[in-house]
């Protein structure tokens, strides 16, 4: 009562009062929760044994451990694949673009090779002829045939693709460069694939 009369008259518990109250709660509380742990075979309120909820619940964050460590297993996977393909994606652009220049430059040498062939095809056109025109007028004792026949007296009047003409003791001739041995025909520059005309 004298407790209760100096709550009353001061407005506030005297130290050793809360302190003891507090006190007692927490002694309360604690046995409390040792009774229902120790004393009730550690039971949860579902009525399942605590050591069998913590057993599930430890499986059950190692099952979510392993997730997790499989989800960025297969994260660091599908971000090396990335960057793998970026890799590759790299390459065929640096690929294609090499196949770009190989491709131009293919092309350029081509056309300098056909700008080369039309240049020698020129030239061997302008010696040929040149060899031809020079040859008018040349003298020769006499001229032999592949086949036999023999001409004496022989001047060239002129040298064509189809051939050389000739004069000779006993008139004119034209003979086809396939009736002219080998040292004429290389001469003469004949192309002796072309059919004579």
Known sequence: MGMVQNISENGRFGSLGVIGGISFVFILAVCTAWHFLVANDSVAPDGREFKVVVQEQTERIRDLEDDIAA????????????ADADILAHKLE??????????????DLKAGIDRLESDLKSYKDDYREGVWKSAAGEKLPSLALKSGRRYDNVTIVRVTAGGMEISHQDGLARISPTDLDATWQKRFQWDMSQPVH
């Open 94 to 107: 640096l690929a294609e673009s090499e196949n770009s220049a190989r491709i131009k430059s293919v092309a």
């Open 71 to 82: 989800a960025k297993h297969s994260i660091e996977v599908r971000r090396q694949t990335a």
